[in-house]
């Protein structure tokens, strides 16, 4: 059974805004190439934290867990224009694959990634966030 009826997903996708191209690649190699694709954010949430990002418009994001950026893309749509991203991911092996995808994007110079756990990484990071 599926978690939320098709009729609903798909008048959601019909009214929302379409990914980038770079996203629809980003998701397309993920699942061709990337253990457990799932995790991957997907259009309908991606959308919906881009929205949320515009709407704020913060001049910081702290995000903790990147997969292959996905989510790291959409959030950074809002940013303001001196804003920073701040994501931070403990798989070693998924950074090249993150870095290609997002120094092809306009918010390249505005996405910081961070290796490590969470807890170590936070700590050492002086961020005001509201």
Known sequence: MD???????????????NE???LKELAKET?????QPRMLSGPLQGRFLSLLSKII?????????????????????GLRKDGLLHTIDTNEELIDFQKKYFNR??????????????????????????
């Open 3 to 17: 978690f939320i009826d098709n009729k609903i997903l798909d008048y959601a996708l019909l009214h929302s805004d």
């Open 20 to 22: 980038s191209d770079l």
């Open 31 to 35: 699942y061709q190439k990337i253990l």
């Open 57 to 77: 418009q913060p001049k910081t994001i702290l995000e903790v867990g990147t997969f292959t950026g996905y989510g790291t893309l959409c959030l950074a749509e």
């Open 105 to 130: 994007s306009d918010y390249k110079d505005q996405i910081k990634c961070h290796l490590g756990a969470a807890k170590d990484v936070i700590s050492k990071l002086n961020l005001y966030l509201i």
